[in-house]
């Protein structure tokens, strides 16, 4: 074994990797769980001692080593969290952990208070997802309890992230929309006046300008104000549909596959045929998008595996990793029915 593998802190997966066994196996025997055999136990050990594992959680009594982890989301509407919730809930599970999942109203004295019920309950981390707030809160939160936010960008100290390369995704649906001929490309915003400048409403709202600039097309930069909810995309719906034709944008950022959604019923109410009156393309690629008749053309940023990334974090910084760590995810349009090119 090398120095420098001999001064890196040992993980659970490295403890299994040695003798041959699961991740789970490892966690069983670490939480003394029943139906672990003689034989695993001090396979396990044996390797534990080797490596000089021993995770800081247990070395400094951190948070009772209760095995559970914390989920916080705050909007249950957007199944795209859900998805999310499912790749953090399929590691947790293999590791021997439960996963539990707090939903707050809108608002950042709701926010605080489930957070602090949640640390109070002795867990052993907390995944946010898509929190509201200011960095320096969420690094308070870290200096006293491992934290992975999902949905977040910019540095942190104390805290990781994982997010979607959200100015990358934005350029994707403008440059497909581009490339069938659009010029009059408006989006829905999420202009909401709480979003912070790390957010990923703020952030694919900067690449959807960016793109539009680079195609020239500033004069139609076009942001529909609202918030990324079912009933927003109705409401933004309708005032597009409202308005004169030829102030009605060709094609549509939806921002998020809910307020996509969310217009794409409000204008088919008013008789806005998509996509031959009007190209739409979402974000997140929720399960429903992919549903006939819709076929909602979006961009995916793997919801399930950014799940899985934020899990697998926040459970090597129980273990003891001090060092924070950013994931930034590479998203990929999906092209379905709703985009086409505009009529001439």
């Known amino acids: 074994m090398h120095m420098t593998e001999q001064l890196k802190r040992a993980t659970i997966s490295d403890v299994a990797e040695h003798p041959g066994v699961s991740r789970a196996a490892v966690s069983k025997v670490l939480r003394n769980a029943y139906g672990v055999s003689p034989a695993m136990r001090t396979k396990v050990e044996e390797s534990m001692t080797l490596l000089?594992?021993?995770?800081?959680?247990?070395?400094?009594g951190m948070r009772g080593n209760s095995?559970?982890?914390?989920?916080?989301?705050?909007?249950?509407?957007?199944?795209?969290?859900?998805?999310?919730?499912?790749?953090i809930r399929d590691v947790a599970e293999e590791l021997g952990?439960?996963?539990?999942?707090?939903?707050?109203?809108?608002?950042?004295?709701?926010?605080?208070?489930?957070?602090?019920a949640m640390v109070d309950r002795r867990m052993d981390g907390l995944v946010l997802i898509a929190p509201f707030g200011p960095n320096d809160e969420l690094e308070k939160l870290g200096r006293t309890i491992p934290v992975?936010?999902?949905?977040?960008?910019?540095?942190?100290?104390?805290?990781?992230?994982?997010?979607?390369?959200?100015?990358?995704?934005?350029?994707?649906?403008?440059?497909?929309?581009?490339?069938?001929?659009?010029?009059?490309?408006?989006?829905?915003?999420?202009?909401?006046?709480?979003?912070?400048?790390?957010?990923?409403?703020?952030?694919?709202?900067?690449?959807?300008?960016?793109?539009?600039?680079?195609?020239?097309?500033?004069?139609?930069?076009?942001?529909?104000?609202?918030?990324w909810g079912t009933e927003?995309?109705?409401?933004?719906?309708?005032?597009?549909?409202?308005?004169?034709?030829?102030?009605?944008?060709?094609?549509?950022h939806g921002g998020a596959d809910v307020a996509a959604l969310g217009a794409y019923t409000a204008l088919f109410e008013a008789g806005i045929h998509i996509p031959d009156d009007m190209s739409i393309v979402g974000y997140d690629n929720i399960p429903a998008t992919g549903l006939p008749p819709i076929g909602l053309s979006t961009v995916d940023q793997s919801g399930v595996q950014m799940g899985r990334q934020a899990a697998e974090l926040l459970l090597s910084r129980i273990e003891g990793r001090t060092e924070?760590?950013?994931?930034?995810?590479?998203?990929?349009?999906?092209v379905r029915k709703t985009s086409a090119p505009p009529r001439r």
Not at 67 to 87: H, I, K, M, P, W
């Open 52 to 60: 000089n594992y021993r995770p800081l959680a247990l070395a400094r």
């Open 67 to 87: 095995y559970t982890l914390g989920v916080f989301l705050v909007d249950l509407s957007n199944t795209f969290f859900s998805v999310l919730a499912e790749g």
């Open 97 to 116: 952990y439960q996963v539990l999942i707090g939903q707050a109203r809108q608002g950042l004295d709701a926010q605080q208070k489930l957070i602090e």
């Open 148 to 227: 992975v936010v999902l949905g977040r960008h910019g540095p942190a100290k104390y805290f990781d992230t994982v997010a979607s390369d959200d100015i990358a995704g934005s350029a994707l649906i403008v440059d497909h929309l581009v490339s069938l001929g659009h010029e009059r490309i408006s989006m829905l915003a999420n202009t909401q006046p709480d979003s912070e400048p790390g957010m990923p409403q703020t952030v694919r709202r900067h690449g959807y300008d960016q793109a539009m600039e680079k195609h020239g097309l500033a004069k139609y930069i076009d942001h529909v104000p609202g918030r």
């Open 232 to 252: 927003s995309g109705l409401e933004a719906g309708r005032s597009l549909a409202a308005r004169p034709l030829a102030q009605r944008p060709s094609a549509l």
């Open 324 to 334: 924070s760590e950013h994931v930034l995810v590479s998203p990929r349009l999906i």
